[in-house]
């Protein structure tokens, strides 16, 4: 076979070598596409358990103080999911809240035995995406 002269053209190994350069360029970026994905996912499960945490803080604290301490639930599913006078948004579906008020000594910190009370107590929500703790808050409140 004969070559004309004048006749441009790539050859086999020009179009080899476009293609590495290529695939070097292409697999970091999508690498940083997938772990910027899942760092936003990530943060947004965080956002919401704060945000959830946040709320289940200030339903306790603007309740009436109880005495003996307290342990609730709130499961993720279905919506609205509810609890006496008390409604987790629909945003919330596969999350799940675990709040406890425990009396405690406030010059050790030690929990206290029921009946026990000094007018203090530590409030604690743990904040479950599926079955995963995604945020643990606590706080302390006063009987005034």
Known sequence: MKL??????QTLVEVLIAIVI?????????????V????????????????LARAELEYV???DYNWTGFHYELPGTPPPLTWPNHTL?????GYSVNVTGVPINSSTG????????????????????????????STYRMDR
Not at 22 to 34: D, E, R
Not at 89 to 93: E, T
Not at 110 to 134: C, E, F, M, R
């Open 4 to 9: 004309i002269t004048g006749q441009k053209g």
């Open 22 to 34: 290529l695939g070097m360029v292409a697999v970091p970026f999508l690498t940083a596409l997938s």
């Open 36 to 51: 910027s994905s899942r760092a936003i996912m990530v943060a947004d499960e965080k956002t919401a358990a704060e945000s």
């Open 61 to 63: 604290k603007n309740s």
């Open 89 to 93: 948004d629909a945003c919330y579906v």
């Open 110 to 137: 030690d929990p206290l035995s029921p009946g026990k009370d000094l007018h203090i107590q530590k409030i604690t929500v743990v904040v479950y995406h599926g079955n995963k703790a995604v945020l643990t808050m």
